[in-house]
């Protein structure tokens, strides 16, 4: 479905079909057979494992399970070289899949079901196959496998897989063996899928060590023939209290059933950043990392083991009860219950892919191959706010990863002639991943995403020491490389030239005014986090990053006199120098959507066409630097030039639209972002959760018709915009350790605290003490 497609559909009314997936506020399920969405729409994950669900093609490595920051490498081949350019690519691996069984019954192999569903429960965190098999006589057998990856512990899933006869007693042969079977290689135009490489891949270690150890045909060590990274892998199942081989018969009676549950554990070293030592992690020759791995799995498994399945699924019940008792997101919309239910699932999605974080938040999670896995701008801007405001300790686990990728950052800033640190625009390891530089490094706004989020996590959670220790590290190398970048103009104002803003459809621009007022904003908070450091804070910072006199003075000078584009006549801030000189895009007639995968790149970089929010997604981020008029005005602007063909469009549409008072257009823009993966609106599901978009679900509700402001480290405020269908509206936030939930409706805004100490917040423009 294209662009336009989607914003002529009708998203007030439900756009599932009901008969197919049910409303359950708290479980979301789908009756018939699986489509390749499916696979996505019920995937499971822990941050380090993913699972998918069950699609309408065979399960392998490209269609399985996946581990956090295990990938595999290939060399970027251009058609004509370049000082500068990406060298390796980096491309989401597979890893053996434990969930894969296929059935017999009287020697006859199980093919088609009569009847197929799944579901994923929200409050129990698990994803529930079910089968019924015709197996002749009028007989039946019904199977049901569910799958729980556990988010209290990051190695560790677990399956029961239940077997029950109808019409007469059977025999049935299960084959479980770990799935290594290869997709089929092809190369397929549209960027936002994963690459795909011939040579390479995942390839089993033969050691006899392991085998002499504690792995038997259950247990595996594999590493990536290029990127040298190496994984264990290994499960065991029982049957009546007895441990059964991967390959078993089970007798079942009429009316009866029979239950085996299966313990599968991952284990992978961490990935360490490129210019990290990366210490054990490289040895890929059958020497004792390999069996490490795998002797860390069977200690995994016995632990697992000597807990059982529902003890298992008591501590999963319990971690997601936390979860929802600290994040929920409560509509009241006086509707059928849709609306609640797909919030839930654009929550569970964000839980589960953020439950462990240690190697980061890539743009897919663990739930598909996507983007190739790689790791955006858009983890900071639209993932890492929900954390900073619902699990503080997880938003900086992702900005220590960031941390961890500055030796990276620092040498490709010295390779594209910046200095400080210059975050690479697309990857997994640290590297520069991005072969397409226009869209790709030319996007260097993304060293003040990640400082946003930085200062944005500090002023929200008071974490003075992370900033000592190692927000201060970015702050300063980003600040450094903005102030080198630019230049000062003739005109007497700063400018940086030849960059990509968030507007991927307008490349190597002069004066993006995105990138201008975020590295505005960098610039300045680098130099006053300098100054919030003590005395022996200060010293230890001078002396890890080498700062020199004068040098935050300069930062300072530069943010006063960044150009920032502005007309006067039309009073709009404009997206960068040449944007009113551009030719307009006809919308009447070049209608086909995306563009990206319909026009040449020239044709669209020639046009005043948006892909997604640039100067409107600032508007919003730099919320208390702009009066209303201004907002109105530059939305109004912009808007009609947007097409959406980014899935995180629509969430800034919605809390601009709202706040200057367009409320039906406000819903519109939150339908198109709520319903993204559910109604398969961009067309593109079936390769992973769009993880951001979720995470903008969030802010359209908290942020738009919620009215939660901090620009980013300023005075947190709340002023609401409740859509007029909507009864009520519910939200939880954290701010300086104090949980507060904040109740609206079309009277007032009350907010309780349920623990912490009491905090000071504007509310409706005055001053609120909680």
């Not at 662009?3 to 708290?26: A, F, G, M, T, V």
């Not at 610039?523 to 003590?534: F, G, I």
Request: negative net charge; glycine residues 8%.
């Amino acid at each position: 479905m294209d662009s336009n497609e989607i914003r002529k559909l009708d998203l007030q009314h439900d756009p599932l079909d009901e008969s197919r997936y049910p409303i359950d506020p708290w479980k979301f399920t789908e009756y018939g057979e699986p489509t390749a969405e499916s696979a996505t729409l019920f995937s499971l994950s822990n941050g380090t494992i993913g699972v998918r669900g069950e699609s309408n093609g065979p399960r392998n490595l490209g269609d399985g399970t996946f581990l956090s920051g295990f990938h595999e490498t290939f060399a970027i081949r251009h058609a004509e070289e370049a000082y500068g350019f990406a060298r390796v690519g980096q491309v989401v691996q597979g890893v053996p899949d434990t969930v894969d069984f296929k059935f017999s019954v009287d020697g006859k192999a199980l093919a088609d079901a009569q009847q197929v569903s799944q579901s994923l429960d929200f409050r129990d965190g698990t994803a529930t196959r079910s089968y019924t098999y015709d197996v002749g006589d009028g007989a039946s057998l019904d199977v049901d496998i569910v799958t729980m990856v556990c988010l209290f512990h990051a190695d560790l899933m677990a399956t029961t897989l239940t077997l029950k006869a109808h019409g007469r007693a059977m025999n049935v042969h299960v084959v479980g063996s770990m799935n290594t079977d290869h997709p089929v290689v092809s190369r397929d135009v549209d960027p936002r899928k994963a690459d795909m490489i011939a040579d390479g891949g995942l390839r089993k270690l033969e050691v006899d060590a392991i085998s002499r150890g504690v792995a038997d045909e259950n247990f595996g060590a594999f590493h990536c023939l290029h990127s040298g990274l190496t994984m264990g892998v290994g499960f065991c199942q029982q049957a009546d209290g007895e441990m059964i081989p991967e390959t078993f018969d089970v007798d079942v009676p009429d009316g009866g059933e029979k239950c085996v549950t299966r313990f599968a554990a991952y284990n992978t070293y961490p990935i360490n950043p490129i210019g990290i030592e990366r210490g054990l992690q490289v040895s890929i020759d059958g020497t004792p990392n390999s069996v490490e791995l795998v002797r860390r799995c069977a200690q995994t498994l016995q632990w697992a083991v000597a807990q059982g399945f529902e003890r298992l699924q008591e501590q999963q019940r319990e971690w997601l009860s936390r979860f929802w008792r600290e994040s929920d997101v409560e509509i009241d919309d006086g509707g059928d219950g849709r609306l609640q239910q797909t919030m839930h699932w654009e929550l569970f999605e964000l839980a589960q892919a953020t439950a462990t974080v240690p190697n980061g938040v890539s743009a897919k999670g663990l739930s598909g191959t996507g983007y190739s896995g790689h790791y955006f701008w858009d983890t900071e801007t639209y993932i890492v706010p929900f954390l900073i405001y619902t699990n503080p300790a997880r938003a900086r686990d992702i900005l220590s990863y960031r941390f961890r990728m500055l030796p990276a950052a620092r040498k490709r800033a010295r390779m594209m002639s910046v200095e400080g640190a210059l975050f690479p625009w697309r990857g997994i390891n640290g590297e520069e991943a991005s072969a397409f530089f226009e869209a790709g490094t030319a996007q260097c706004h993304i060293d003040a995403d990640i400082a946003y989020a930085v200062c944005q996590y500090v002023s929200a959670t008071g974490d003075h020491e992370f900033l000592a220790t190692e927000g201060i590290d970015i702050l300063v190398e980003t600040a450094r490389m903005w102030a080198s970048l630019g230049y000062m103009g003739w005109d007497g104002t700063f400018h940086i030239n030849t960059v990509t803003g968030p507007d991927e459809y307008t490349a190597l621009v002069d004066d993006n005014y995105y990138t201008n007022a975020m590295a505005q904003f960098n610039l300045r908070k680098a130099a006053d986090a300098l100054e919030s450091l003590d005395g022996e804070e200060l010293n230890s910072a001078v002396q890890r990053l080498s700062i020199k006199p004068g040098e935050s003075m300069r930062w300072r000078e530069v943010a006063q006199l960044m150009k920032l584009p502005y007309d006067e006549k039309l009073g709009v801030h404009l997206q960068d120098d040449d944007v009113l000189r551009r030719e307009p895009w006809d919308f009447e007639h070049d209608t086909e959507r995306p563009l990206l995968l319909h026009y040449h790149p020239m044709v669209i970089y020639r046009r005043r066409v948006l892909k997604q929010t640039d100067t409107v997604l600032a508007l919003y981020l730099l919320s208390s630097n702009f009066g209303l008029d201004v907002k109105r005005r530059d939305f109004d602007f912009y808007d009609p030039l947007t097409t959406g063909d980014s899935s995180l469009s629509a969430a800034s549409q919605c809390i601009l639209a709202a706040e200057v008072g367009y409320g039906d257009l406000a819903m519109n823009y939150f339908l198109e972002s709520l319903y993204a993966d559910v109604a398969n609106l961009h067309s593109n599901t079936s390769d992973g959760i769009h993880l951001a978009s979720a995470g903008g679900v969030w802010m359209s509700v908290v942020a738009g018709f919620g009215g939660l402001r901090d620009s980013g480290g300023n005075e947190l405020s709340i002023d609401s915009h409740l859509p007029q269908g909507w009864e009520s509206l519910t939200y939880r936030l954290v701010v300086h350790g104090t949980r507060l939930i904040v109740t609206i409706d079309h009277d007032a805004v009350s907010i309780r605290r349920v623990s912490g100490d009491p905090v000071t917040l504007k509310v409706k423009g005055e001053l609120r003490t909680v």
